[in-house]
């Protein structure tokens, strides 16, 4: 028995150590069991200063609101208008700059000639209606020769008189030299009516261009922006190169269509004008080509010596006798 009390006593130890380890377990379980309460407890206090009591929407962003009761933050001040398009003129000069001038100096001449080319092609003043009718009266009725006919037209400033003139200098000759005659002269005076039309044409031509190519510097300064501001994704920061892009294409259709316009309506003018001259010219040819003038003094020959006389019936005068 002595023997066995001394191994039990060995094994289990004296009663100090026995009582260090259990406070060292208590010690321990103490620790973990404060270590996991820190570790599952939530950390409500950050969480409580970063979220706002009151959130409301602001201009397309959300904000805290301290004073529910209070303004909104931003409220009674104007948006910013840096990041719209611009529409009013002066809004339009101001995003433009410098870009604007071309543009303007397009539609200046376009402007220019249009209204040089309406005030030129008016009808009474290439076909004044009382020249040409008065003229071709008097060469019908044989009272004008070649000197005064060709008085009578340099004496009125006018392209169908110009057309006329060239006629009359081939006068008695036949009638196809008189009618190349005016052939040459009409066509003079066609390219005197076409002047400017080209430069019309010209100004719808290029004025898109110069809209295609203020699209593309403001595609390539939106561009720039990007890769230098990293605003992908950031409209604001787009609007002023997209601005350009669309303000230029504007301008440039702008100004194209009412110049196109202009020129179809004036070379449609032109050509009437042409083919109402071409029939004067015509009825001219008939008077004064060596075929016209033999063929109105034979009608005036024979007018001339038609009898004026006419014979009377005379009454039998057989008597009958009974």
């Known amino acids: 028995m002595i023997k066995l009390n001394s191994n039990q006593q060995s094994t289990t130890g004296s009663p100090a150590d026995m009582q260090r380890s259990t406070q060292l377990r208590f010690l321990v379980k103490l620790l973990v069991i404060c270590g996991l309460c820190l570790t599952l407890a939530p950390d409500n206090s950050p969480a409580q200063e970063r979220l706002p009591k ?51 100096i397009a539609s200046v001449i376009s402007m220019w000639f249009i209204i040089e080319r309406l005030v030129i092609l008016r009808s009474g003043r290439v076909i004044p209606r009382h020249f040409v009718s008065r003229f071709l009266k008097l060469l019908k009725d044989g009272k004008l020769n070649s000197r005064s006919a060709l008085k009578l037209c340099d004496e009125n400033p006018s392209p169908i008189a110009s057309v006329f003139a060239h006629g009359i200098r081939k006068w008695g000759k036949p009638s196809v030299e008189v009618e190349q005659a005016i052939i040459d002269g009409g066509e003079r005076q066609l390219s005197q009516l076409r002047k400017h039309l080209r430069v019309i044409n010209g100004v719808a031509t290029v004025a898109p261009l110069m ?28 609007a002023g190169g997209i601005a350009l892009a669309l303000l230029t294409t504007a301008l440039g259709l702008g100004i194209a269509i009412p110049s196109l316009i202009m020129y179809m309506y004036l070379a449609g003018r032109v050509d009437g004008l042409v083919m109402e001259m071409d029939q004067s010219a015509q009825d001219l040819v008939h008077l004064i080509s060596a075929e016209g003038l033999a063929a109105s003094a034979a009608s005036r020959k024979s007018t001339s010596s038609a009898p004026t006389t006419k014979t009377k019936a005379k009454p039998d005068k057989t008597t009958t006798k009974s």
């Open 54 to 104: 009151v959130v409301k929407s602001v201009n397309g962003e959300l904000v805290e609101v301290k004073n529910p009761d209070g303004p909104l933050p931003g409220a009674g001040q104007q948006p910013n208008r840096g990041t719209k398009i611009p529409f009013t003129p002066q809004e339009i000069i101001e995003e433009l700059k410098y870009f604007i001038l071309p543009f303007v």
């Open 211 to 238: 809209g295609l190519l203020g699209t593309v510097i403001g595609m390539i300064l939106a561009f720039n922006d990007i890769a230098n501001s990293s605003a992908m994704g950031k409209a604001e920061e787009l």
